[in-house]
């Protein structure tokens, strides 16, 4: 009888192990997803503060960066989700440039 009530009170144990294992293993998981989300807010915010920074930094031609100013880009950030193209005076190539000199700002960051 003794051996009976051990072999349950050992399944018993066993079981809550796996059970606090489980829920210990969800709860990790849960915390490493919120982890990457504010991480990816993080990453988000700072490249909006560190794109704080006059289009002159960019050092495009003058060409460029006078269509630009005059049409209201005077900061980096005012380039986000913008389709270069559609800035009246800026062609393909320009573009290209300016993906160029953006490209370059962006991986020194």
């Known amino acids: 009888m003794d051996e009976i009530?051990?072999?349950k009170e050992n399944f018993e144990k066993v079981k809550e192990n796996i059970e606090t294992k489980f829920e210990n293993e969800l709860d990790m998981a849960k915390l490493?997803?919120?982890?990457?989300?504010k991480f990816a807010d993080y990453q988000t915010t700072m490249k909006f503060m560190l794109a704080d920074a006059p289009i002159e930094i960019l050092c495009l031609?003058?060409?460029?960066e006078k269509i630009l100013l005059d049409q209201g880009f005077l900061r980096i950030y005012d380039l986000f989700n913008v389709d270069l193209i559609e800035i009246k005076g800026?062609?393909?190539a320009r573009a290209r440039h300016l993906a160029?000199?953006?490209?370059?700002?962006?991986?020194?960051?």
């Open 90 to 92: 800026i062609g393909v």
């Open 100 to 109: 160029s000199s953006l490209d370059k700002f962006f991986s020194m960051l």
């Open 5 to 7: 009530n051990n072999v």
């Open 61 to 64: 031609n003058a060409t460029i």
């Open 32 to 37: 490493k997803e919120e982890l990457r989300k």
